[in-house]
């Protein structure tokens, strides 16, 4: 089994059944998932905030940072492994967006990215069929690319699917 981990701000896809990807700690981060049952195609960006007009420099060295930016250029690379372009007949999820560092919830950072990731999925005509968002902790994410089986995991409990 190959397995592609994703960290801060990264993106990736496969259609190989023997492959997983992984990212790791998803605190106020969100994780986008595809899944495109056509093509069995798996895809999966690390987004840490909602907007790429704050750093420009940074959303084109590292488009998967940005909700904007990352949402594209995921499908973009799921296009050229034969999926539709616009995310048609994809499955979608969505996993993070928690509120971990900011104990006052000032900053609503969690929050701010799972709501601009929901309207850039509209703006396609996607949404989410299932989402595990908010509360105050951390989460790993796995999804096994023949099965499209998502795994969380998290410090103290026990693993569950999405």
Known sequence: ????????????????????????????????????????????????????????????????????????????????MGCDKRGKGMIVKLCGGANVMDTNDTFQIGKRNALAIKKLLWSYGMGAIAEDLGGNYSRTVAISVAAGQITLSSPGKPNWQL
Do not use: W
Not at 10 to 17: E, F, I, K, T
Not at 51 to 70: C, L, M, R, T, V
């Open 1 to 80: 089994m190959g397995q592609i981990i994703l960290g801060v701000g990264d993106y990736g896809a496969s259609n190989s059944p023997e492959d997983e990807i992984k990212t790791f700690a998803l605190g106020s981060c969100v994780s986008v998932i595809f899944l495109d049952p056509k093509s069995r195609t798996v895809g999966m960006a690390h987004i840490a905030l909602p907007d790429s007009s704050i750093n420009s420099a940074k959303a084109a060295e590292k488009p998967g940072y940005f909700a904007d930016s990352a949402i594209p250029a995921l499908l973009k690379q799921m296009g050229a």
